[in-house]
């Protein structure tokens, strides 16, 4: 099968006065993996249902190659669709289950069987054609829902949340397994998660959506290391967000007082335009920040009191209270250690933080005065 291109214009859904996908203009070249990602109340979901052909936009239209489907119902697209719940015909073996799309479209029966075949090796599940998929795992079930989607040869295939209902460990397993069969099968795919590691590790593009509209469009090396907003910085990833003003503005960077008389450093992200008692989000990673003991204190230390520690084998995770009485957390190499003393002090370079004005007093979190956020 070979995928075509998905071309979204000005894509709008209202609801009465709530406007839940707003203006998004969106293209998804040919045979290419594109996630949408997003919080909750996102859209991303109303969005991937607008190409599905189950909801149809107020505003906007959407072509698949150079043919606009706009008003076209769903079974007229030619896609395949695997959904969190699978959608699976209880009542049915696998390869029935499978069989079904092929069955529709009238291909002749002795066509089926090796279409069947194909299917089920290709997505690990040889040998259960005839076992009732109320009798398989849900990592099974989910295979097959992928097969039946597939067996029609479809150019695009749209996947709502297709792993939320599975463990941690099934997850990763089928992450990696569907951009396998994605990129052998050629089709071009549209996928919906709010998991941020999920979105990472299996897309060519990610489309970081807020509030119905596109916060930053790029890979996964460019939305984690050079975040559009804060909002992306703080979604994507672990971060710790401190809130401030822009105490002093320097060649290397900027000074932020985050309360309390404490200072932080950080370098403005890319064309934001600062001066100095301006209302700013600064975002650093965990893995960023260095610990010291405040016994043995260091010019350009915050001091902190370690709340907690825990050893997750691959780093050390520590949680510290500010003076402000905000919790940051820092990641530590394993053979970092954990700090012997509980007064600490916490620290990082100029160019590990990024800071963000503040969008008319509302927090990368789309709250104003943030309780979680004061200083």
């Known amino acids: 099968m070979t995928g075509i291109g998905v071309d979204i214009r000005g894509f709008t859904k209202d609801y009465g006065n709530m406007t839940v996908v707003d203006g998004v203009s969106l293209s998804v070249a040919a045979g290419s993996f594109v996630t949408l990602l997003g919080p909750s109340g996102s859209g991303k979901s109303t969005l991937l249902m607008g190409v599905a052909g189950f909801t149809r936009p107020t505003r906007g239209n959407i072509f698949f190659g150079d043919r606009d489907v706009t008003v076209l119902p769903p079974r007229q697209r030619n896609i395949g669709m695997v959904f969190q719940n699978y959608a699976l ?32 090796q290709l997505v690990g599940l040889r040998g259960m054609d005839d076992r009732p998929v109320t009798r398989l795992s849900g990592g099974q079930q989910q295979r097959v829902a992928l097969a039946r989607a597939l067996v029609f040869r479809p150019p695009i295939l749209l996947m709502d949340e297709p792993l939320g209902a599975l463990d941690k460990k099934m997850r990763e397993h089928l992450q990696s397994e569907i ?25 060519d593009q990610i489309v970081v959506l807020n509030h119905g509209r596109i916060e930053q469009q790029g890979t996964s090396a460019e939305i984690y290391d050079t975040p559009a907003s804060a909002f992306v910085a703080d979604f994507v990833g672990e971060a710790n967000l401190l809130q401030g003003t822009i105490a002093q503005l320097g060649s290397q960077g900027c000074l932020v007082e985050i309360g309390h008389n404490l200072l932080v450093c950080g370098t403005p ?29 260091m010019p350009g230390f915050l001091p902190g009191e370690m709340v907690s520690s825990a050893y997750l084998g691959e780093a050390i995770l ?13 990641k530590l190499k394993p053979e970092a250690g954990r700090p012997d003393c509980q007064r600490v002090s916490v620290t990082w370079d100029y160019n590990s933080s990024i800071v963000f004005p503040r969008r008319n007093g509302v927090n990368s979190r789309g709250n104003q005065n943030d309780p979680t956020n004061s200083q």
């Open 179 to 203: 951009k396998e069969i994605q990129q052998v099968t050629g089709t071009t795919a549209l996928f919906v998660t709010h998991d941020q590691d999920e979105a990472m590790s299996m897309s």
């Open 318 to 330: 520590i949680r510290v209270r500010l003076p402000s009485n905000r919790i940051i957390t820092a």
């Open 269 to 297: 992200a890319s064309g934001a335009v600062l001066e100095i008692g301006d209302t700013v989000d600064v975002i650093v990673r965990p893995n960023k920040i260095g610990l010291g003991r405040e016994c043995e204190p």
């Open 89 to 120: 015909f209880p009542h049915m073996t696998v390869a029935q289950n499978i069989a079904f799309p092929l069955i529709q479209r009238g291909v002749p029966k002795a066509d089926i069987a090796p279409e069947i075949s194909k299917m089920m």
